[in-house]
């Protein structure tokens, strides 16, 4: 046994001695933020009207009138594990992403409860990744040509924060750089939907007798890709670039005898430029391609019924633009946005003219409000509701009419001033006007003719005015790393949350916030 122990703690030693030649230099960044909310109507109902009346399809959503006041919280911490010079791993964790006393993920009312997501004797009870999930881990290395990024990493962010979604997606990045030029490629694998043995029920709850794949799978090609190629050119005053980008999806291409293909491309010019104490930029985004492009058409999709009986394919075109100014006049500042999303008018039942912000999940990172398209809002307090119900959608894209964190299909105006009264502190107003580009309708009718898909009336929104809202915000750091911030918001509801009843009372909507944000 003696002998054992010596063996052991020579080995030990040995260990030790060779841990410096194996030694890792590795980096901590992140951030902490814990902030208080009261937001008084979230509905924007009328709380004074009746909760039931003859004029209304949704008012369930009365019940949402109560305010709501609450804490949230989430720590996030970067890692670089820096193996050689030109050579790292980069992770990065959300921990405790939640509101305070929340104790759903737990199960019940207490910590020590099971933490799984069968809990409540149902398959889809609680949340179990709430308390910490990995959002990214990545390869970052250099080669003589260039740079490699692999693994999951932050994606949907190019030139201006304008349509940029930073979350986490799997994929391949290519940088080259020479003098003021970047090239910029990359592939991101952005959802797999292959199935070993397909369902009962076929792709996307599609029976067999409605066209559905049945037991054949979903087939080895049934996945959500996205690839980029673009240039950035840097210069005195500032910068530009250019990005080409190629969403496909082929989730529905194994339906049996209507399977189609989604390919949409985009086109992204940007710059930004700095004249002495005036700062201007802008980007312009132009969509293009199918939405659905049916290859196996054999048989016509449930009531989506073109000429000859076949299935329809659908295609798509979309503008939108983003032009922001401000004058430095120090201590204060002033400065107008402008957005302009297309929106789709539903007059063409083979064409749709926008909605492409919502369908590919842009300006997730784009908050010019405290409440309306803002994330934090949405991702706390959920979408705006109004008179409007989840199964409002657009017919052909599936996406709600309710405004949520991907600011789309708008007209969007916003004037701000601010002032810094001393180097720590930050105090700035906003005043915001939304319109809808268009009045969202019931139905998609062909031309000349309504109820396409259904054959009922069309109904359109009784308003496209989302809204105006005035946003007060005051920061000041307290240290170089942490800061605190005092918010009020008031929005002036606009009829388009009436719905497609123009009967219904709507009512305004204030915030109250505070937060304290820790960045390291």
Excluded at 26 to 33: C, R, T
Excluded at 42 to 53: E, G, Q, R, V, Y
Excluded at 389 to 398: E, F, H, K
Excluded at 414 to 428: E, H, R, V
């Amino acid at each position: 046994m003696k002998k054992f122990w010596v063996i052991l703690l020579s080995l030990g030693l040995l260990m030790a001695f060779a841990m410096p030649a194996a030694a890792v230099d590795v980096k901590f960044s992140g951030s902490y933020y814990a902030q208080g909310w009261y937001v008084d109507n979230p509905s924007m109902l009328d709380k004074s009207a009746p909760a039931d009346t003859a004029t209304t399809t949704s008012w369930a959503n009365n019940s949402k009138c109560s305010a709501n006041a609450f804490y949230s919280q989430q720590f996030r911490l970067t890692t670089e594990f820096q193996v050689v010079e030109g050579l790292k791993l980069v992770t990065r964790i959300d921990a405790l992403e939640k509101r305070w006393g929340d104790q759903s993920w737990a199960g019940a009312t207490g910590e020590t409860q099971s933490r799984t997501n069968t809990w409540n004797g149902t398959a889809n009870g609680s949340k179990i990744q709430e308390n910490i999930e990995f959002e990214r881990a990545y390869l970052d290395f250099n080669v003589p040509f260039g740079k490699f990024q692999v693994g999951y990493m932050q994606f949907l962010t190019w030139g201006t924060d304008f349509l940029n979604t930073p979350l986490s997606a799997g994929g391949i990045r290519y940088y080259f750089s020479q003098g003021p030029l970047m090239v910029v490629a990359a592939i991101e694998k952005r959802a797999e939907y292959m199935g070993l043995a397909g369902g009962k029920v076929g792709a996307k709850g599609t029976a067999v007798a409605s066209g559905g794949s049945g037991y054949i799978g979903d087939g080895n090609d049934a996945d959500k890709d996205v690839y980029d190629l673009g240039a950035i050119y840097k210069f005195k005053a500032g910068e530009a670039g250019l990005l080409y980008q190629y969403a496909r999806s082929s989730q529905y291409k194994a339906q049996h005898n209507n399977g189609y293909l989604t390919q949409i491309s985009g086109l992204l010019p940007y710059a930004k430029l700095t004249f002495g104490n005036f700062f201007i930029e802008g980007e312009y985004a132009y969509g293009f391609g199918n939405l659905r492009s049916y290859e196996n058409n054999g048989l016509a999709s449930n009531a989506r019924v073109g000429t000859n009986g076949l299935a329809q394919d659908v295609s798509v075109t979309a503008q939108n633009l983003f032009l922001h100014g401000k004058v430095d006049l120090k201590p204060a500042y002033v400065g107008l946005q402008f957005v302009y999303m297309s929106g789709d008018d539903n007059s063409n039942s083979d064409k749709i003219t926008g909605g492409l912000g919502s369908l590919l999940q842009a300006n997730y990172g784009f908050n010019r409000t405290l409440m309306l398209w803002n994330a934090d809002y949405g991702d706390n307090m959920g979408a705006m509701p109004g008179n409007i119900t989840t199964a409002m959608v657009n017919a052909r894209t599936g996406v709600g009419y309710q405004p949520n964190q991907f600011m789309d299909n708008v007209w969007f105006y916003q004037i701000y001033a601010g002032i810094t009264p001393m180097p720590k502190m930050d105090i700035k107003l906003a005043f915001s006007i939304a319109n809808a580009d268009k009045k969202p309708k019931s139905d998609v009718g062909a031309v000349g003719s309504a109820g396409y898909y259904t054959g009922a009336a069309v109904r359109e929104f009784a308003s496209s005015e989302y809204g105006k809202e005035l946003d007060l915000t005051a920061t000041y750091k307290i240290y170089d790393n942490l800061t605190y911030m005092i918010g009020a918001g008031y929005l002036w509801t606009g009829d388009y949350f009436k719905g497609y009843e123009s009967g219904v009372a709507v009512s305004n909507n204030y915030l109250l916030s505070h937060r304290l944000t820790l960045n390291f």
